[in-house]
Every structure is written in C-alpha cells, then in structure tokens.
C-alpha cells in the first residue's frame, strides 16, 4: 500500500519497498507504479524503493495549468528533500527518464546515479522515430485505450477527467523537453542509457544523449521496444543493478573516455582554460555497456 506526501507542488501518492541505499522508479507518461512490477522485487532486494506517481497520472491528482516537465522535476525535488530526505538513485523509464535528467542537471547533490529507459531530450518531433503517432492518439482511440483503463481505474479526479489530462500529456509531448547538450552537460551523476533497439526514440537521438552526458553508458538491448522493461525484465534488472553497484570499470581499448591532462573524453585535445575532467572520469576509463548492434533507421 502507498500513503501522499504533501509536497509544495501536489500533493503526491507514493509506494516504498525494501531496504538500504535510497533508489527512487519514476514510471513513464500515461503510467502507474504497476508498470514497474517486473522490476520491484530485484531491485527491492538490494535497495529502498520508492515509486512516486507525478501529477495527474495514478492516484495523485492533476493541478490547473498545462503538464510540463519542469513542474513534474520540481515535485521529484521536493519529494527527495522531503520524503527521502536526501541523495537517492534515480531510474526512469520514458517520461520519467526525462524527469531524472532535470532533477540530476538541476540538483546533482540529490543524485547519486542515473539510469534512464527510452528517454528523451528534445520534443517529439524532432526524436520520435514516428512522428505522425501521436497524430493518431486520441482520448478515445484505441492508441490509448490501455492508459485510459489504467488512468479510470485509480485516478482521484475521476474518469471523466481523462480527456484533459491526454490532451495535456500529448501537448507536453509535441513542445518538451528541450534540452540542449549544454543542460545535459550539467548532468554529474553517472548514467546508464537504455534502449530497445526499436524504440518509440530514434537510435540517432539515444546516441545523441549518450554523448551529451559527461559519464554515461550505453546499452542497446536486442530484440526490444520501448517497453524493454517489460519484454526483458531479467535482462534491464540486472544492467540496473550493475550499473548502480560500479564505480568506474577500465576498459581494455577505451576511445570515448580516454582522458587525460591535455585530452577531452572523446580523445581530442581539451581546450585553454577546460578543467581536466573531476570525479570518476579523473581516476580512469569507465566502460561502455552496449547489448547488440544499432542498426540505422532510414
């Protein structure tokens, strides 16, 4: 069972499980906590969960004004500041990978490391391998109809409140995020990125955040959608808790992350007055976590 938190922004309904290092699951747009049922018993045995619902998706409730994700960030700060009560593991799926890179660019001392699962950093347009989806989802049309069950069966503003919130969600969709490679240089925590070699996000746009973070990895898992949490739940489980038990793992042949006084990350020479890299890029190569091969969309 879950309990609110009465947080500035909304008031919150959250689930806890487990025990040891804080981890918060942030669930993807449309979704619940359900959605991470394949994932919660592996994890909660090795850290204390917690799985907030955003506003206006499961049991927390939806606030006037348009969705975005710096509102739903700035409810993850708060809900770390004051329910967690410090820094935390963040791994988000989808949307919620989203909100785990604002929350990591904008308060990197709640954050310890990230994982995100077919996540974003520009607007649908200009990353959705179609684009022309969302054309096609309507409250009503079959496109949603599992969210809608999902939204109607625990929402607190009721069912007929369904039609505002998809409109909402698939405005966000069209307009944000809108990151830069600037924002996403801010992100210090390291950061395993995860997609299904066909996702809903083009493999060009997940190579794109890949590079733009100062310390991640990537993983390209084979044979998989943007619901790769629940096609190969044995196989993300284990990637997640690999990546969050590591510190940094030196390759035999690194590229990317060769580093040294003069050098940037991808081996070319780091210009006048750029601080050699801090943190675990300092003390050595890390590792590349890459499941299969990409293969170019056309």
Not at 164 to 185: C, E, F, S, Y
Request: proline share 9%.
């Amino acid at each position: 069972m879950g309990e609110y938190a009465d947080l500035p922004g909304v008031r919150t309904w959250y689930e806890t499980e487990g025990s040891g290092d804080p981890l918060l699951l942030l669930h993807g747009g449309f979704c619940t906590n359900e959605t991470w049922n394949s994932q919660r018993a592996d994890l909660a045995g090795a850290y204390r969960l917690f799985l907030p619902e955003r506003r206006a998706h499961g049991h927390t409730p939806d606030v006037a004004g348009p969705l975005t994700y710096r509102d739903m960030a700035d409810d993850t700060v708060a809900f770390l500041e004051r329910v967690v009560a410090g820094p935390a593991h963040l791994v988000g799926w989808s949307d919620g990978g989203v909100v785990a890179l604002l929350v990591a660019a904008a308060r990197p001392d709640l954050v310890r490391k990230v994982v995100v699962i077919g996540a974003n950093f520009r607007p649908a347009p200009e990353c959705f391998a179609e684009p022309s989806m969302l054309d096609a989802m309507t409250p009503d049309g079959p496109d949603l109809e599992f969210f809608r069950k999902m939204y109607e069966a625990v929402s607190p503003d009721g069912p007929d409140h369904w039609p505002v919130v998809a409109a909402r969600m698939i405005d966000m969709w069209r307009t944000q995020p809108t990151l830069t490679a600037g924002d996403l240089a801010r992100v210090r925590a390291s950061t395993l990125v995860m997609t299904g070699d066909d996702d809903m996000m083009t493999l060009e746009h997940t190579a794109a955040l890949y590079r733009a973070l100062p310390d991640a990895r990537l993983a390209v898992v084979p044979g998989a959608s943007h619901l790769v949490p629940l096609e190969q739940p044995a196989r993300v489980n284990r990637m997640i808790l690999d990546h969050l038990a590591r510190d940094a793992v030196e390759t035999m042949l690194p590229i990317r992350r060769r580093t040294g006084a003069t050098g940037s990350p991808d081996g070319s020479p780091r210009p006048a007055g750029d601080p050699a890299p801090r943190g675990k890029e300092a003390a050595g190569p890390a590792d590349t976590h890459t499941e299969g091969r990409t293969r170019k969309h056309g």
